[in-house]
């Protein structure tokens, strides 16, 4: 009788502790499962099943697409047939992986939900977004309850349920209390974590520019003595070669916008350039209206221009102004505006087209423009332009309203902007005039207390081709002009001089330049160059040639050009690359440590075992075979191995003589110990399997059982 009742109490915990096993793998599911929603954008719809399964593989797909271009503007391919939603997908995904760690934790393997956790800690760091509070706190519950459930052994009583539910409970409830989950959810030590992060990979993948791409925290202007990159032409000429540009004011100098800005430009950009119209070779196909030779072909232009980027930042395409065409593979173009490489690591090696110098003679193709009689290229151009400007000048006249004030009180008013900015002439006059006068060229300086980095050139009075531009830029912003901050490299006349046709041109570091650029209504975006010692170095064009006509501005009736009330907040946004992400936490910091201590772990237990066996063979197959016979022996007794009567004797006879082995006898024991070791794993897995075939019979008996009991039938 005894044995008996110990027997059903051993079944009952057979069945309690599986009973618990199946919440806990149902908890953890729904924090993994609600991880991966939260990564695709899931939106509630109150259906579990909708619509096919491939259809919700679709949209999951396409959504996250979505999320990824608008946040780093990574670009994935959609899918067409996509469903209503990802719940179908989604669903099935809970139920299979619920069986899965279900049948982990039967078999008492929990070093396999290292599949679940490692991508769990990571991959949310890595693409930037991440499961909210609630299912990163269920995760991590689900694993704790997982561990500690090991620790039972199978000893689970009705109690120990309780315990495990009412864990569940409190997870819930203090998750979703309004503070707690602010706080949870507070972006910015996640986002200084990943900005510092990535810059610094960044930094390794492409190499560091030396300006800072826009950082004006810097009041010393170093470049090291290197080739920045290898320059091929077929007709070697000067140019202004774009890399980096600063779309817009942040706090410590320029950056790009947010994602989603690129992103969501890509379909009307597209449309424009179906029309003929590509922004990155805009002055060349003016340049061509205006000779006549656009539709046909224009060899006597062409120039082949290859280049090969060395100690420069490889993370930018490197274009002149005067690129006419050409496919760059592994490149992506941000909104028209600069181009980087897609390539792993990075893309080095590209080629194009360029047409002969045209910034140095901008202003006289401006002035031929307007003053060519109307045609059918013309006409389809100046409708696709037009297009062009109005998001140009929404995105490019912007400024901070402190920017404005500053600028007010050092260069004056502004100046009547009633057709969208004052004459581009006086413009570049008041620019060029003030930084000739007003400001002193110096490659190391320092800021007084209270300066702004952005504007520091009209506290100072000093600063080098950064501050130089940066400065330039804010001021065609202020006369309504729009402007963007550039940095590149030059190819000087002289450097011209020094090539040779076909062969390749070490371009020095040292040509890196910071410059502004504005847009010209019509035109397209040519450089302004501000500082002294660079306008002697390129050639310039004549201003007082082609800008005399003021009738050729801005076509919109009302600009938008309102510098005193701004109410877009780019100029404010410390986020650079990333959109304030709403669901990484401050608990990323948090699972980046267990990510950490997770892989610090996993490389322990990898060394000990790896350092222990090579230690164990470095014996076994050792010049001293009677040490080798003991220490197998020891390995063997060490590792609960089966131990035969013969390889007993031959150890006990090599232990407790002075006999020493030969080495077939060393060489049968080795075998022995490693066939013994195969039966061993073998035995261990049919245990298992065998753990499993009853667990799931005492389930289908509990089943059958609950069925079979007259009180359910008659309502007791």
């Excluded at 309690?16 to 953890?28: E, P, Y």
């Excluded at 060029?432 to 050139?457: C, H, I, P, Q, W």
């Excluded at 011209?496 to 847009?519: C, R």
């Amino acid at each position: 009788m005894d044995g008996l009742e110990y027997t059903d109490k051993t079944k009952g915990n057979k069945y309690l502790n599986a009973i618990a096993q199946l919440i806990i793998s149902i908890i953890l599911t729904w924090g993994f499962v609600g991880a991966i929603a939260d990564i695709g954008g899931y939106i509630r719809t109150g259906k579990i099943i909708e619509g096919g399964y491939q259809k919700s593989i679709t949209f999951f797909w396409n959504n996250f697409a979505d999320i990824m271009g608008n946040k780093d503007y990574v670009l994935l391919t959609k899918k067409l047939g996509e469903g209503s939603s990802s719940s179908t997908f989604l669903t099935v995904t809970f139920i299979l992986m619920v069986v899965i760690v279900f049948l982990i934790m039967i078999l008492g393997s929990l070093k396999f939900l290292l599949v679940f956790a490692i991508p769990y800690f990571t991959v949310p760091f890595i693409l930037g977004l991440g499961p909210n509070a609630f299912h990163l706190t269920l995760f991590v519950c689900g694993l704790a309850l997982a561990v500690v459930n090991k620790r039972f052994k199978g000893n689970v009583s009705l109690w120990n349920i309780g315990a495990v539910l009412l864990v569940f409970l409190i997870v819930i409830n203090v998750s979703n209390i309004g503070f707690v989950r602010q706080k949870l959810e507070s972006p910015q030590i996640s986002t200084k974590i990943n900005k510092s992060i990535h810059t610094k990979l960044d930094d390794l993948r492409y190499g560091k520019s030396p300006l800072g791409e826009g950082d004006l925290t810097s009041f010393v202007r170093q470049v090291p003595k290197e080739t920045a990159m290898q320059v091929t032409m077929d007709k070697p000429q000067s140019m202004y070669i774009r890399g980096f540009v600063g779309d817009t004011r942040k706090n410590d100098g320029w950056g790009i916008f947010e994602c989603s800005k690129y992103y969501g430009s890509i379909q009307t950009l597209q449309e424009i350039k179906n029309t003929g119209l590509e922004p990155h070779s805009q002055l060349a196909k003016v340049d061509r209206l205006v000779s006549g030779a656009d539709g046909g072909s224009d060899k006597a232009k062409a120039n082949h221009v290859k280049m090969v980027t060395k100690d420069a930042s490889s993370k930018y395409i490197y274009m002149p102004y005067e690129f006419s065409g050409g496919v760059i593979k592994d490149s992506k173009d941000w909104g028209g505006s600069f181009v980087t490489g897609t390539k792993f690591p990075s893309t080095k090696e590209y080629e194009y087209q360029v047409t002969e110098p045209i910034t140095e003679k901008w202003t006289e193709l401006y002035g031929k423009f307007f003053t060519k009689p109307l045609n059918k290229d013309i006409e389809t151009y100046f409708k696709a332009e037009s297009e062009l400007n109005v998001d140009i000048y929404k995105k490019y006249t912007k400024m901070d309203s402190m920017d404005v004030t500053i600028l007010r009180h050092y260069i004056g008013e502004p100046g009547n902007q009633e057709k969208g900015h004052i004459a581009y002439s006086d413009a570049i006059h008041k620019v060029l005039d003030y930084m000739d006068k007003e400001v002193d060229y110096t490659e190391r300086f320092k800021l007084g207390k209270g300066d702004n980095t952005a504007t520091s050139v009209f506290t100072t009075n000093r600063g080098y081709d950064v501050q130089y531009a940066s400065a330039a830029t804010l001021m065609f912003r202020y006369y309504g002009i729009p402007a963007r901050y550039v940095e590149g490299y030059i190819l000087t006349p002289d450097n011209a001089k020094h090539m040779q046709a076909g062969k390749a041109f070490d371009l020095p570091l040292s040509n890196v330049h910071a410059w502004t650029e504005i847009y010209v209504d019509g035109l397209g975006w040519v450089p302004v160059e501000t500082v002294p010692k660079y306008k002697e170095m390129m050639n310039q064009p004549d201003y007082s040639k082609g800008l005399e006509n003021n009738t050729n501005l801005n076509p919109f009736e009302q600009p938008p050009n309102d510098n005193d009330n701004q109410d877009d907040n780019d100029s404010n946004d410390d986020g650079g690359q990333e959109i304030e992400q709403m669901r990484m936490n401050i608990l990323m910091k948090i699972i980046i440590v267990v990510a950490i201590i997770l892989l610090i772990i996993l490389l322990y237990l990898f060394l000990s075992w790896y350092l222990e066996r090579r230690a164990w063979e470095k014996v076994f197959k050792g010049s001293d075979r009677k040490l080798a016979v003991c220490a197998l022996f020891q390995y063997m007794r060490n590792k609960d191995l089966n131990v035969s009567s013969d390889v007993r004797e031959l150890a006990e006879k090599t232990s407790y003589s002075s006999y020493v082995p030969n080495e077939h006898e060393r060489t049968y024991m080795y075998k022995m110990m490693k066939i013994e070791k195969k039966q061993k794993k073998a035995m261990i897995k049919q245990n298992r399997r065998n753990s499993v075939t009853s667990a799931l019979k005492a389930l289908r008996k509990t089943s059958l059982l609950d069925k079979n009991k007259p009180g359910r039938k008659n309502g007791q």
